[in-house]
């Protein structure tokens, strides 16, 4: 046979990989979120679904291994699974839970700096949030560390409300409308006079 023929007999395999734990579909056992790869190969592909996963749950390929070591692989897959899925439900209700803090700090008469903690929720880069800020407010941002030794944003000039404002947008795009946003005034300690 020569090189052509060769090359035209062989067609490149497509694989479907998927929208969940990204493996090839024929691996999303092995994967932590099963039950929802399941579910997500059903509604894109369901001709697959049935080829892999007839019933739900494909034949196990460790049928070389005795049936004891199948039952325990197959008993610490659906642990890993379960866990995982427990994970994913604390992490929605943390979430859930969770709020973004606004702080306005005085700095001298009539200056005041914005301090943004809790941003970690929104899964964005803070560098680059911080430099959004500044061009937007046409001021000074920068990304520090607080006592929590958590990243939060600090920004220069009284913007509080246009910052809500921002992030209240953010929040409903990226569909997290659970989030509280809350404004809080930090009070300069007064300095004590002798006499």
């Known amino acids: ?3 052509e023929q060769e090359t035209q007999t062989l067609a490149p395999v497509e694989v479907l990989y998927c929208g969940i734990c990204t493996f090839p579909v ?9 039950r929802k790869c399941l579910m997500w190969l059903k509604a894109n592909d369901i001709e697959l679904y049935n080829k892999f996963y007839p019933d739900g749950v494909k034949a196990t390929p460790t049928s070389s ?11 610490d897959l659906q642990k890993m699974q379960l866990k995982e899925e427990k994970k ?3 992490e929605l209700e943390n979430m859930k839970n969770s709020k973004i803090l606004i702080k306005r700090i005085p700095r001298t008469k009539h200056k005041n700096i914005i301090s943004i903690a ?3 929720i929104l899964d964005i880069d803070m560098k ?7 061009s937007k407010f046409a001021t000074g941002a920068s990304v ?3 006592a929590e030794k ?8 009284d913007v509080g409300d246009e910052v809500e404002e921002y992030l209240n947008t953010v929040l409903e795009e990226k569909k997290l409308t659970a989030v509280k946003i809350e404004q809080v005034d930090e009070k300069k300690p007064k300095k004590k006079t002798t006499q």
Request: include cysteine; glycine fraction near 6%.
């Open 1 to 3: 046979m020569s090189e």
């Open 26 to 34: 024929e691996f999303c056992e092995f994967g932590k979120p099963f």
């Open 65 to 75: 291994l005795s049936t004891e070591k199948e039952d325990k692989i197959a008993k």
């Open 88 to 90: 994913q439900i604390r």
């Open 118 to 120: 809790g941003l970690e």
């Open 128 to 134: 680059k949030l911080a430099k959004t800020f500044a």
């Open 144 to 146: 520090t560390k607080n």
């Open 150 to 157: 958590k990243d939060e944003i600090v920004i220069q000039g």
